[in-house]
């Protein structure tokens, strides 16, 4: 079997919405990219370029082709999601540490609990290591109809890490087509929610054709009438009549060409998958499946072997509904049984190994990560200037209307001409700075001057000093916000910001008087 191998650098956060476990309140991530994610980049890029989309239409939305998850990488190592079924003491500990395993032992100690594997593992040497997903959060303002305002979280996947997935195909799937979709990740790709707000933006860093099948060090190779199979992915099987069942026992055994099976212990958790379909502008119906991460132990009851081979082929078409979003990816596991330890994976090792890899990837694409700097950036004056406007409001006391509606007015005129704008500027407050002065000289007028100094010291301070940004949010991706902003679009944000701030001051003061 062919399959093509895709790794990701999200160069941007990344939000792709969990329905499931989003509250009143608090929008949560997804932390992989699901193979529904990347089966609609590639459908809506071929949709575009290719004249026969529908015939290659037909394919995408097979069983032929199946999009997998891509889940987080780790020093150049791609993970899985992490294994049920463990349970440890109470016990802090740093470095390995015993754990137990309740469905090769059918029973634990007293006073165990599960064990904390994080979201992701990779199992090698009987030790489990385990590792998360970097997350974080924003504080939005939800503004509804009649000015009703609501305070909401979302969360989202932090900029810099890698994700490697896969995509899938049968012999009868053409090469030709199988390049097109290559072709589709050779570029800054988008994924997720928010992409306007810069958020998903994404460089495919490996994408190469291969022969086999993904974790392939990872399976079984060996026949046996005893075998441990691992969701890969979230799964269920439908019965006779059609209707979800979990785990087919009959449906599995005769996939596997062989006799009657038998479930000795297994250890899950169930979750409820919804989605949305955009041709249909609606919610797709919700399935209860068995969760990613999922073991089952499993025997044949007449004793008999089943080949290797049959295991293999079963793994490379999955079992279960909605095989092309992704789901029902399995593993048959050759050595669960001897997992006896767990390791936090050395993030300072493997971080440092994926960043070091991805800078030195980016720095062959300096265009792209100024671009994708330059969105993360720009979102962040924008929802800078927003809190400076509420927290730092203009006070109109000294300051003459009519003064105010000529600087408000060039401001407005002169925005995209910058130059020209901080000239006339300039110009317009050293006169009056002299008249005023004139005037304190030969008449008992108290001097205006507090639009003078309000106006220089926009026009002469850093934007970033202006609006109090955090040193540690200057920069993005590397690049701090006077390497991706030309003067003299950081002076025509200044512009802006006195033409709200003005806007804001008139509004409040009207407001006041009614």
């Given at each position: 079997?062919?399959?093509?191998?895709?790794?990701?650098?999200?160069?941007?956060?990344?939000?792709?919405g969990?329905?499931?476990?989003?509250?009143?309140?608090?929008?949560n991530?997804?932390?992989y990219?699901p193979?529904?994610?990347?089966?609609?980049?590639v459908?809506?890029?071929?949709?575009?370029?290719?004249?026969?989309?529908?015939?290659?239409?037909?394919?995408?939305?097979?069983d032929k082709?199946?999009?997998?998850?891509?889940?987080?990488?780790?020093?150049?190592?791609?993970?899985i999601?992490?294994l049920?079924?463990?349970?440890?003491?109470k016990?802090?500990?740093?470095?390995?540490?015993?754990?137990e395993?309740a469905?090769?032992?059918?029973?634990?100690?007293?006073?165990?609990?599960?064990?904390?594997?994080?979201?992701?593992?990779?199992?090698?040497?009987?030790?489990?290591?385990?590792?998360?997903?970097?997350?974080?959060?924003?504080?939005?303002?939800?503004?509804?109809?009649?000015?009703?305002?609501?305070?909401?979280r979302s969360?989202?996947?932090?900029?810099g890490?890698?994700?490697s997935?896969?995509?899938t195909?049968?012999?009868?799937?053409?090469m030709?087509?199988?390049?097109?979709?290559?072709?589709?990740?050779?570029?800054?790709?988008y994924?997720?929610?928010?992409?306007?707000?810069?958020?998903?933006a994404?460089?495919c860093?490996?994408?190469?054709?291969?022969e086999?099948i993904?974790?392939?060090?990872?399976?079984?190779?060996?026949?046996?009438?005893?075998?441990?199979m691992?969701?890969?992915?979230?799964?269920?099987?439908?019965?006779?009549?059609?209707?979800?069942?979990?785990?087919?026992?009959?449906?599995?055994?005769?996939?596997l060409?062989?006799?009657?099976?038998?479930l000795?212990?297994?250890a899950?958790?169930?979750?409820e998958?919804?989605?949305?379909?955009?041709?249909?502008?609606?919610?797709?119906?919700?399935?209860?499946?068995?969760?990613?991460?999922?073991?089952?132990?499993?025997?044949?009851?007449?004793?008999?072997?089943?080949?290797?081979?049959?295991?293999?082929?079963?793994?490379?078409?999955?079992?279960?509904?909605?095989?092309?979003?992704?789901?029902?990816?399995?593993?048959?596991?050759?050595?669960?049984?001897?997992?006896?330890?767990?390791?936090?994976?050395d993030?300072?090792?493997a971080?440092?190994?994926?960043?070091?890899a991805?800078s030195?990837?980016?720095?062959?694409?300096?265009?792209?990560?100024?671009i994708?700097?330059?969105?993360?950036?720009?979102r962040r004056?924008?929802?800078?200037?927003?809190?400076?406007?509420?927290?730092?409001?203009?006070?109109l006391?000294?300051?003459?209307?009519?003064?105010?509606?000529?600087?408000?007015?060039?401001?407005?005129?002169?925005?995209?001409?910058?130059?020209?704008?901080?000239?006339?500027?300039?110009?317009?407050?050293?006169?009056?700075?002299?008249?005023?002065?004139?005037?304190?000289?030969?008449?008992s007028?108290?001097?205006?001057?507090?639009?003078?100094?309000?106006?220089?010291?926009?026009?002469?301070?850093?934007?970033?000093?202006?609006l109090?940004?955090?040193?540690?949010?200057?920069?993005?991706l590397?690049l701090?916000v006077?390497?991706?902003?030309?003067?003299?679009?950081?002076?025509?944000?200044?512009?802006?910001?006195?033409?709200?701030?003005?806007?804001?001051?008139?509004?409040?003061?009207?407001?006041?008087?009614?």
């Amino acid at each position: 079997m062919r399959y093509l191998e895709l790794e990701f650098c999200n160069m941007a956060p990344l939000r792709i919405g969990d329905d499931d476990t989003s509250q009143q309140g608090q929008a949560n991530t997804l932390t992989y990219i699901p193979g529904s994610t990347v089966r609609g980049l590639v459908v809506n890029k071929l949709r575009e370029t290719e004249e026969d989309f529908e015939d290659i239409k037909k394919l995408l939305f097979s069983d032929k082709i199946r999009f997998m998850n891509a889940y987080v990488n780790r020093g150049g190592r791609a993970l899985i999601p992490s294994l049920k079924g463990f349970y440890e003491d109470k016990k802090a500990a740093e470095g390995k540490k015993k754990i137990e395993n309740a469905v090769v032992n059918k029973t634990v100690s007293p006073g165990t609990k599960r064990a904390a594997l994080g979201h992701y593992c990779y199992p090698k040497d009987g030790c489990i290591l385990y590792s998360d997903v970097a997350l974080g959060e924003n504080l939005n303002i939800n503004r509804g109809r009649e000015g009703e305002k609501t305070v909401f979280r979302s969360q989202y996947i932090r900029q810099g890490q890698s994700f490697s997935g896969a995509i899938t195909f049968d012999d009868s799937v053409e090469m030709d087509l199988i390049q097109k979709i290559q072709a589709v990740f050779s570029h800054v790709v988008y994924l997720g929610n928010n992409r306007h707000g810069g958020y998903g933006a994404c460089r495919c860093v490996k994408k190469e054709i291969r022969e086999g099948i993904p974790y392939e060090e990872l399976r079984a190779k060996a026949d046996r009438n005893r075998f441990y199979m691992v969701l890969l992915s979230n799964m269920t099987m439908r019965d006779q009549y059609g209707q979800p069942a979990g785990l087919d026992l009959e449906a599995l055994a005769k996939k596997l060409g062989c006799g009657p099976l038998l479930l000795v212990r297994c250890a899950t958790s169930v979750t409820e998958v919804s989605g949305y379909n955009r041709c249909w502008k609606g919610p797709v119906s919700s399935v209860v499946m068995y969760e990613a991460g999922s073991v089952f132990y499993l025997e044949t009851k007449d004793g008999k072997t089943i080949p290797g081979e049959r295991f293999a082929a079963l793994e490379e078409e999955g079992i279960g509904i909605r095989k092309n979003e992704g789901f029902g990816q399995i593993l048959f596991f050759d050595g669960y049984e001897k997992l006896q330890y767990k390791q936090l994976m050395d993030e300072t090792d493997a971080g440092a190994k994926g960043e070091a890899a991805g800078s030195a990837r980016w720095e062959k694409e300096p265009e792209d990560i100024r671009i994708a700097a330059k969105g993360l950036l720009n979102r962040r004056l924008e929802r800078s200037m927003e809190r400076f406007l509420v927290e730092h409001p203009l006070k109109l006391a000294g300051i003459s209307n009519s003064k105010l509606g000529v600087v408000q007015s060039l401001c407005r005129e002169l925005q995209y001409v910058p130059a020209e704008a901080e000239s006339c500027l300039t110009q317009y407050i050293s006169h009056w700075e002299d008249k005023d002065s004139r005037r304190k000289d030969h008449s008992s007028k108290e001097r205006q001057d507090a639009l003078h100094s309000y106006v220089r010291e926009i026009l002469e301070r850093e934007l970033p000093d202006i609006l109090e940004i955090p040193q540690t949010e200057r920069q993005a991706l590397g690049l701090s916000v006077s390497q991706v902003f030309s003067k003299e679009e950081l002076t025509r944000r200044k512009l802006q910001l006195m033409i709200r701030q003005i806007r804001y001051a008139n509004r409040e003061a009207r407001e006041y008087e009614d």
